[in-house]
């Protein structure tokens, strides 16, 4: 199939178009293939050493040319200078510097244990890598979510293709930063366009797809992927839970919810969506995010990224996107919601004020689907049974933040949320520390980036056992014999039963070696 539909790329910021991006065609996918395919061995025979060198160059260049990144991140998704620094150039780099010290560890073959009926031989798991690695990834954080599973695929000794979206594709970003920091060619490839190039991507077999979207395309990804049973990871949305106690410093646990909804203009899988306050302190937090909130510094149309970062909020990246938060609001104000804070944009502009929502329930949209946008609901609950129950009273179940000082507490409750990720008196910290494994369940996925579980799901987790080439006839194999199964009794009771037998098992087991040996096949 080729198809030449083009999307037109803008700054949302002053709605100026950028550039346009096309479908790619089957032969620009079938050749990314092939030279994919062949840089396989390349990096596969890569030794460790050499792959972290070749990472480091990519970190040396996003460090030596941030700017001009931030620039780009800026001017396609319209979020704040500082919001691209501290997550996008900031995460990238701090998961390289991470890696670079823990993946040849991580990577290295692993001795393990060998039971004592296998007494001879000895365990190994070796960590090979799965080949072509497809990522997919979504609008939000364009840099980091292109980055970060290929360097983390890479470092395994795998090779990727990377699908962009077609929102916020950074055309020629990443080919840029890979020709001109001098890091293996064509080991990441990115090829651009929409659903259908994606589609294709998977029709042609990788070996495994990283993906990063929302659920619905998350379900379609995997019914497609499933045909050919390609592994899939699948980093979906949420509907992030704060859950907030009566004994918190409510200066500082209100500035920690502000940024936890706002940053990035709302438009984190990991944002804070829904706010549960105690009801002893509900009054004075609220009355102090409605205080703080009208302090924030928004971008406008001639604002944000032409400043040197002192802008707290940039705009939303898409009309879609911002359509649907107002859907929401509109829904929770129609069911007897009241707004505290913003709430209204500008008309036909995608600076959306922060806004604060409280008189919420779990009856509308804003409380129960992905909103994506700087909305702030709060709610009040009464005792640590029912914030867990609110808590856990959703679909999703990516990441939650608790507030208390009685970290026991917060650790109890922590426990008790259903999620992939807690901060406990932080929110979206999670993700921030390279060394965690970052991942959801329910509905928002599987699989997890970062940590040692990151780079062991690119990775076929091979496991050896070596025997010694000899002319003993192992007991367990043919004949099978009257003898040999009351032998092997005894032996199983011997040294399974609570009071190991181990005398008796050593003298039984060398029995049965020796009836092995003696009675062949006839
Ligand atoms: P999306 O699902 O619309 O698109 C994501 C990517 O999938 C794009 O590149 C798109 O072109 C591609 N795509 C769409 N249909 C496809 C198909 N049928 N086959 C193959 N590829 C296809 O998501 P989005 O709107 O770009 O991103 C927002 C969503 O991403 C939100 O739900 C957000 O929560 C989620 N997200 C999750 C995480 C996480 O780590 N859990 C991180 C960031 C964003």
Redesign the pocket.
Known sequence: MTTNDAFSIQNPINKKKLYEISESSNQQIEQAYNTARRMQAVVKNMPMKKRVEEILKINDYVIAHREEIITRIVEETGKSRFDALSSEILEVCDTIDHFKKVAPEILKDKKVHTPIVLMGKKSKVVFEPLGTILI??????PFY?MLLPSISAFLSGNVSII?????TPLKGLIEKIIEESGFLKDAVQVIY???E???I??DAKPDKIH????????K??ME?AAKQLTPVDL????KDPAVVFEDVNIERTANGLLWGSFTNCGQ???SIERVYIQESIYDELVSKLSYNICKLKLSDENRNYFEAGDCDMGCMTSEA?TQIVEAHILDAVQKGAKILAGGKRKPGSLHFPPTLITDVNHTMKIVTE?T?GPILPVMKFKTEKEAIQLANDSPYG?SASVWSKDLERAERVAKSIAAGNVSINNCMLTEANPALP???IKN??FGR?KGEWGLLSFVNIKSIIIDKQSSIIEPHWYPHTKNKYGLLTSLIVFLFSRSKKLVKFALVGMKLEKVGAKEKIK
């Open positions: 997919i990834t979504p609008w939000n954080y979510q699908k962009p979206s077609e929102i366009g929409g659903k190039t994606g589609k991507l998977i993906f990063t979207g929302s659920v619905a395309t998350g379609k990804i497609q980093e979906l949305g949420g984190s899988c990991t996107q992905e994506f990516l970052f991942g959801g928002s996925g980036l």
